[in-house]
């Protein structure tokens, strides 16, 4: 793949290893229980659509993820901020699907439901985690610019998902109201205790890429099946 990359430009090498990495996501035995939905159609005639969400959910997640690993190596060694930490993300109420065989099974709308539900979920924090980490002068700037692409990328993907399925925005709304996915860290980001502040970005930070993981899959997926590759 890296001999191949020298003959071709930047962004066609990335769109050629999403490529990749969309076929072997999709490897698995043929869905049973998923015939033809009503997102079917749309789906292959939005190839480029789906191009674009690919790109920008591999780079949401991939943001996410180093920017993760960059605060648990600066600011977290030696502290117990791991410590439960799976069980402190504000979506866990959701249950979503995080197998890919899972996945595999379920009907295009309900993968683009919970993309959404996941990137919405996201807003709030986002919106809160940018605007104090103007304020934090002890934390390096690379995580005020990161987070601010992170919540740039979200958006766009949130308004691509709006623009062609704008039939789902309703009833996800519905499910994040009955789920009560509501995120209630921001006592502890604006403390002025900063080992309280410093935790309570860990934990952000940790579920920011665990959730980021499963939004570049469904993505994947979906994008995968507009290629008609599964």
């Known amino acids: 793949m890296g001999y191949m990359c020298l003959f071709q430009s930047h962004w066609s090498c990335i769109l050629l290893l999403l490529v990749m990495s969309n076929l072997l996501l999709c490897q698995g035995n043929p869905c049973q229980s998923c015939g033809p939905d009503v997102f079917a159609t749309s789906l292959r005639s939005l190839t480029d659509l789906f191009i674009d969400a690919v790109r920008l959910s591999h780079d949401f997640h991939n943001f996410s993820l180093i920017t993760f690993n960059k605060f648990d190596e600066k600011y977290a060694q030696g502290k117990l901020y791991y410590i439960n930490v799976t069980k402190s993300c504000h979506t866990n109420s959701l249950h979503f699907p995080e197998e890919r065989d899972k996945v595999y099974q379920e009907n295009n709308e309900n993968i683009t439901k919970w993309a959404l539900v996941l990137l919405y979920s996201w807003n709030n924090p986002l919106y809160h985690l940018v605007t104090e980490l103007k304020s934090m002068k002890e934390l390096l700037e690379d995580f005020l610019s990161s987070t601010m692409k992170i919540?740039?990328?979200?958006?766009?993907?949130?308004?691509?998902?709006?623009?062609?399925?704008?039939?789902?925005?309703?009833?996800?709304?519905?499910?994040?109201?009955?789920?009560?996915?509501?995120?209630?860290?921001?006592?502890?980001?604006?403390?002025?205790?900063?080992?309280?502040?410093?935790?309570?970005?860990?934990?952000?930070?940790?579920?920011?890429?665990?959730?980021?993981?499963?939004?570049?899959?469904?993505?994947?997926?979906?994008?995968?099946?507009?290629?008609?590759?599964?």
């Open 151 to 230: 919540e740039s990328m979200s958006e766009k993907l949130q308004a691509l998902i709006e623009s062609h399925f704008s039939k789902i925005v309703l009833p996800v709304l519905n499910t994040m109201h009955n789920a009560s996915s509501t995120w209630s860290g921001l006592p502890s980001l604006t403390s002025s205790d900063e080992d309280r502040r410093h935790s309570e970005l860990y934990n952000l930070f940790y579920c920011l890429h665990r959730d980021s993981h499963k939004v570049d899959m469904y993505i994947k997926f979906l994008g995968c099946r507009a290629r008609k590759m599964c």
